[in-house]
């Protein structure tokens, strides 16, 4: 298994709601990756997970939290977001953790195409 | 802050003509990457250059990273309508970083 999963592909959402966007690889990568990519803006990095630990959150509002249940597995759950969340939100991860000698290929998920309104 | 600016902006081109797109730093990188990304999908990665002055080829595609390793091109011979989308180059600064510095895009049209 060679690929990066997200689902769902599209979500509309209100102000209020509670939803989670999901992200599944099956190639042994213990670092993964949430960006936000606006349209025709290349993407912006949100959060990273290394070896299922927070790395890096990049100032992001506390209205998006990350989880990573497992090695395999990451969510971004959303509350109270506001239409200028809207976007595409990409996943990606890669092969080696920070400290080795990586040149930080990433492979990306389909993105999930999110609409708040 | 490390910039990638990445020209031209937009191409649009006939089936069959060749282009270059590049993209330019002031700062030196370990590694470059370049991806291709269609409409409401996540980018590809298509090639990683880490010499200084390194050549790669991908059947039409060719990738060059500078002798200096601040700049990279990409050259493509005889486009393919297959070939419009959204090409992005991303520089890592240093080997075991987690960020990638991304260029602004070029956004390829070939036209049949």
């Known amino acids: 298994d060679t690929e990066v999963t997200q689902t769902p592909k599209h979500l509309v959402m209100g102000m209020t709601n509670k939803k989670s966007l999901k992200c599944e690889q099956h190639m042994g990568h213990r670092a993964m990756y949430w960006y936000k990519q606006k349209a025709k803006k290349p993407p912006e990095l949100m959060f990273v997970y290394s070896y299922e630990k927070l790395s890096i959150n990049e100032s992001v509002p506390s209205r998006f939290s990350p989880e990573c249940p497992n090695s395999s597995l990451l969510n971004l759950h959303l509350h109270a977001l506001q239409p200028e969340d809207s976007a595409l939100y990409l996943c990606?991860?890669?092969?080696?953790?920070?400290?080795?000698?990586?040149?930080?290929?990433?492979?990306f998920g389909p993105g999930t195409r999110l609409t708040v309104l | 802050t490390q910039l990638l600016e990445q020209s031209p902006q937009f191409l649009s081109i006939q089936e069959g003509e060749n282009l270059t797109v590049y993209c330019n730093s002031s700062?030196?990188?370990?590694?470059l990457q370049w991806y291709r990304q269609e409409p409401g999908e996540g980018p590809v990665l298509l090639v990683t250059v880490v010499t200084g002055g390194e050549v790669k080829k991908l059947k039409r595609l060719t990738f060059q990273f500078g002798d200096a390793r601040k700049d990279s091109s990409l050259h493509i011979t005889a486009a393919q309508p297959g070939d419009t989308g959204l090409y992005l180059c991303?520089?890592?600064?240093?080997?075991?970083?987690?960020?990638?510095?991304f260029g602004k895009g070029t956004k390829l049209s070939v036209i049949p």
């Open positions: 990606a991860s890669r092969v080696d953790p920070p400290g080795d000698s990586s040149y930080n290929e990433q492979f």
């Open positions: 991303a520089g890592n600064a240093r080997a075991g970083s987690y960020q990638l510095t």
């Open positions: 700062s030196v990188f370990s590694s």
